[in-house]
């Protein structure tokens, strides 16, 4: 019998940030707005069992700059961050390193590792007495080895930023190519490789495959259960199989969506459901999945998952 820690994550990042464009000027969260149903939604679907999701919020430079404080989102949703928080959820940080002095200013990625080393230890160092969170993921998916270290040296327990299979084009510095697809500790040197334990484990962002109607063929995408059922359906079955034939008695699954991808929008999506009820259903479906081949699960946070993970590999490193 095979056992699963499942992991529901959020980032809370602005409605049009994600997509086939990145558009990095945007600074509206209506669907975030939308989603503050989620945790009711999700408590309607008893037969999936209890979720407890990781909302990684936004908390950054460029809403500092921009919006006048970098705690604009946590403090816009306060009473719904105290709400989450009593239903078990978890909330983790989730900077986007731009430099945006100005609204009318081309937002601009700060990739220099030491320039972005000073600003996440800026950034924390007003954050910290304020924002509880144990868990990061890193704004567009990236890190050096610079970045990863300094994140650690701040205390946190736990990273999902690595996208297995991904890489970032134009010069971007996103470069998970050969990253593992499951917990490990990433090597001092190279973060795709595993390296001893460290205090800070990597729960990646677990990729598959998955065809969208504009695909010529499968591509390797994060798991994402905001998709349409049919997609999200097929890449289940590819990775139900996976599953059977691995040597591994449990595994650690980190699925991620934006709120605007369960937004109602009044164009089509050939990818995104835009629907909260079709993420349900779609959780659903993997649960009920799991259930047909006599594996156990159990739905829980990043940090949680993190730890446990450290348990049972005996690497419980300060």
């Known amino acids: ?81 105290s709400k989450l928080r009593g239903y078990g959820h978890e909330l983790g940080w989730h900077p986007h390193l731009y430099r945006q002095l100005r609204a009318e200013d081309i937002p601009v990625l700060i990739t220099d590792p030491k320039a972005a080393q000073e600003e996440l230890e800026r950034l924390w160092s007003r954050l910290n ?66 390296g001893p334990p460290r205090p800070m484990l990597e729960l990646p962002m677990n990729t598959w495959l998955l065809q969208a109607p504009h695909d010529p063929a499968p591509k390797v995408r994060y798991m994402n259960p905001a998709v349409h059922p049919s997609l999200f359906a097929k890449a289940l079955e590819t990775w139900e199989n996976a599953c059977e034939y691995s040597s591994s008695e449990s595994g650690v699954w980190v699925m991620i969506f934006h709120p605007d991808e369960v937004l109602p929008t009044e164009s089509a999506d050939g990818l995104y459901s835009r629907s909260i009820s079709t993420l349900c259903r779609n959780l659903h479906l993997m649960a009920e999945r799991l259930r047909r081949r006599g594996h156990t699960f159990e739905w829980t946070t990043v940090s949680d998952a993190a730890e446990r993970w450290r348990a049972h590999q005996g690497c419980m490193v300060s």
Not at 141 to 157: I, M, S
């Open 129 to 194: 007495a304020n924002f509880v969170a144990t868990a990061f993921r890193h704004g567009e998916g990236w890190h050096t080895p610079e970045t990863y270290t300094t994140v650690e040296r701040l205390g946190f327990r736990c990273d999902s930023t690595a996208i297995p299979g991904r890489t970032g084009g134009n010069g971007h510095p996103m470069n998970w190519n050969a990253a593992l697809n499951e917990p490990y500790f990433p090597s001092l040197e190279e973060l795709c490789k595993s």
């Open 1 to 81: 019998m095979k056992n699963h820690l499942l992991c529901l994550t959020v980032d809370t990042d602005p409605d049009g940030l994600s997509g086939m464009v990145t558009n990095r000027a945007a600074l509206r969260w209506d669907g975030l707005d939308h989603l503050q149903r989620l945790p009711d939604d999700l408590a309607a679907t008893p037969e999936s069992g209890p979720i407890p999701v990781t909302w990684f919020i936004r908390a950054d430079g460029q809403l500092e700059s921009i919006l006048g404080t970098p705690f604009y989102l946590l403090e816009r949703y306060a009473s719904f961050w």
